[in-house]
């Protein structure tokens, strides 16, 4: 199956600064990706949809100034959690699709401290 | 309203038993496809099955298997002798007319125990 990477898979960072997350599909293109987020126990939930060359897209009740998304490659998105608070801890969790089904990256556990 | 209800918080067997988890979707559209992913403790969500609303023959794979129902909106997911490797959370999810953006349940925590 396809295969897609994110980097890093666990960061702890304090309350204030800024982290930011790639996500790559390594063995196709992606016009589209997807950044899922989940709490600990919880189910996942779209937060935005990357699209290569032009605005992400969000979902409903995110904020797109903290929630920085760039999709400068047919390989690469990246998520940028900017002025991350304790609030923002949890599990981030990218996937793309070659065709059909998609195919999930191994997802960034964030700590705010 | 797009929705899927798993409404098994958790579920405990011993090893060998059979189990079966729930999956309810809600959509108004024709066209939809139906997913089932599992999680590990490791987090990594593993690509089970996909099926589209226009297929509902039942799917068998190794001791894995599903029953599609349209008529009950249902997508239920059956393991046949259960392992302890198979202890993870299951998520069901939904994706309306192809746009690729899941509504997922709110997955349920499958444990064997030895």
């Given at each position: 199956g396809a295969v897609v990477s994110q980097h890093p898979s666990w960061v702890i960072c304090k309350s204030g600064t800024s982290v930011k997350i790639e996500c790559r599909s390594l063995d196709f293109q992606a016009t589209t990706m997807f950044w899922y987020r989940q709490f600990p126990k919880q189910s996942l939930m779209l937060m935005a949809t990357s699209n290569e060359g032009s605005k992400a897209t969000y979902e409903q009740g995110v904020e797109k100034d903290k929630f920085l998304i760039n999709h400068?490659?047919?390989t690469l998105s990246t998520l940028t959690v900017t002025s991350?608070?304790?609030?923002?801890s949890s599990f981030y969790i990218c996937s793309a699709s070659p065709s059909g089904e998609q195919y999930f990256g191994p997802g960034t556990r964030l700590t705010v401290t | 309203a797009q929705k899927v209800t798993q409404a098994q918080t958790e579920i405990s067997v011993v090893e060998k038993e059979d189990v079966t988890l729930d999956c309810v979707y809600e959509t108004r559209d024709t066209t939809y496809y139906l997913f089932w992913y599992k999680q590990p403790p490791s987090g990594e969500l593993v690509f089970l099955i996909r099926r589209n609303s226009f297929d509902e023959q039942n799917e068998i794979s190794g001791r894995y298997s599903w029953n599609f129902q349209k008529s009950t909106s249902s997508f239920n997911f059956t393991i046949t002798?259960?392992?302890?490797?198979?202890?993870a959370v299951y998520f069901c999810a939904l994706d309306t007319s192809g746009t690729y953006k899941y509504i997922f349940g709110t997955g349920t925590r499958l444990k064997v125990l030895a």
């Open positions: 400068a490659s047919l991350a608070h304790p609030e923002d | 002798a259960s392992q302890v490797v198979d202890s």
